[in-house]
């Protein structure tokens, strides 16, 4: 896609953030809060849904390959989403559905592509990617246990998964499970599957959902989810069995940039409040902006998300240059170094605003849990330096 139509989209989202999603914030919290279900859908946002795709301001996620956008390319659309948490979904942007339709796009038969593909296309449904589990340290993805069993012309499947993001909602249909169907291969990497698992398949069970440091993140929501005796075609496998880890590691790459440049939204976002602030509140007899203290943390704010963005727009272009394979150790650097950020600067930005910056009344306490899990998230902080580590070792011992 020619750079300058990138820009212009770019402008295009700004005018259209400042227009329709800012504006109804507070209107889409209320109507939140009004739902019977709060995993129900939030009426403003079917209309928003409805002008962002008017717009033409719709997948703007949609790879290269594919007739949209660079990931570098997206990189600053996604940090401007990432300003208020639940924009993503407006432009058919948010995840896990990015990478679930990035799935269906790459690995997906035409029959899966007409079936899920399109209605997640058109933002009629929603969909989810059940990886972690609440019994075994899911940050060493092979030691899942859920088993994909093959019976005849199916599937059973049996486990336990929790924290899948989409899981509660009411519009999410399809579930993307990962599980092991020869858990006996001396090859731990190839002991995976994939498999289509449709929401409400009679064994899946929606136990409850969960919170991060007391939010709910409704109306999408994490939930514990558990299968049992859940049977499926066998033509509901993706790629085959045994491919499970390939379609993991195809998937992540891309996604956790994704999550990094919203991250630097919300942090710019927490920054710019707490420079309204400084100028507006006065301690002691001085502008909080007249304290050097204040003044300092502004400054390594500036400068530690400034940093943290071309980290991620360099990862984002080697990604477009060689892949995700290849740009593992600028995906692992951006990781590691851009939620703990984001957490920081948050951090500080709440500070500045006093007893308010832990209240709904600013976003920064929400961006702030979103941070944390966000560390834990795609692989916690640790595997993802202990991955760098090993990978910077062998470059130059080599």
């Excluded at 994939?194 to 409704?218: E, F, M, N, S």
């Excluded at 956790?256 to 707490?274: D, K, T, V």
Aim: glycine fraction near 8%; charged fraction near 25%.
């Amino acid at each position: 896609m020619p750079a300058d139509r990138a820009e212009s989209i770019r402008l295009e989202l700004e005018a259209f953030m400042d227009a329709h999603i800012y504006p109804n914030e507070q209107r889409y919290h209320d109507e939140l809060n009004g739902l019977a279900d709060r995993f129900s859908t939030v009426p403003v946002m079917e209309e928003l849904k409805a002008k962002a795709r008017e717009a033409g301001l719709w997948n703007l996620w949609m790879p290269a390959d594919h007739g949209g956008l660079t990931n570098e390319e997206y990189c600053p659309l996604a940090e401007i989403m990432g300003r208020v948490l639940w924009a993503p979904e407006a432009f058919n942007c948010n995840a896990p559905d990015t990478g679930n339709m990035e799935v269906f796009l790459k690995y997906g038969t035409e029959a899966q592509k007409q079936e899920w593909l399109e209605p997640l296309l058109a933002g009629e449904i929603r969909s989810s990617y059940c990886m972690t589990e609440p019994d075994v340290a899911s940050s060493d993805a092979t030691n899942v246990r859920t088993s994909i069993t093959r019976d005849g012309d199916e599937y059973v499947i049996n486990g336990k998964k929790w924290f899948i993001t989409n899981a509660p909602y009411e519009r999410t249909k399809i579930f993307i499970v990962m599980g092991k169907s020869d858990p006996d291969n001396a090859n731990r990497h190839l002991q995976q599957s994939q498999i289509l698992v449709p929401k409400h398949t009679p064994g899946v069970k929606i136990v409850r959902p969960l919170t991060t440091l007391g939010y709910d993140d409704a109306p999408l929501g994490h939930a514990e989810v558990h299968f049992e005796n859940v049977r499926v075609p066998a033509a509901n496998i993706l790629l085959g069995e045994g491919r499970g880890f390939e379609i993991a590691q195809g998937r992540l790459g891309p996604g956790r940039i994704h999550h990094c440049m919203r991250l630097i939204g919300s942090a710019q976002r927490a920054l710019e409040f707490a420079c309204r602030r400084a100028v507006s509140r006065e301690t002691f007899g001085r502008k909080l902006s007249d304290h050097q203290s204040v003044l300092e943390d502004i400054a390594k704010s500036f400068s530690e998300i400034e940093q943290a963005r071309l980290l991620t727009l360099k990862t984002a272009r080697r990604i477009d240059e060689v892949g995700a394979k290849d740009a593992r150790d600028l995906i692992a650097a951006s990781k590691i170094v851009v939620p703990m950020m984001a957490q920081t600067v948050i951090d500080r930005c709440m500070q500045i605003h006093g007893a308010g910056g832990l209240t709904a009344d600013y976003p920064m306490a929400e961006a702030f849990n979103y941070a944390r899990w966000c560390r834990q998230a795609d692989g916690p902080d640790q595997v993802h330096m202990m991955s760098l580590g090993k990978q910077i070792i062998r470059r130059y011992a080599d």
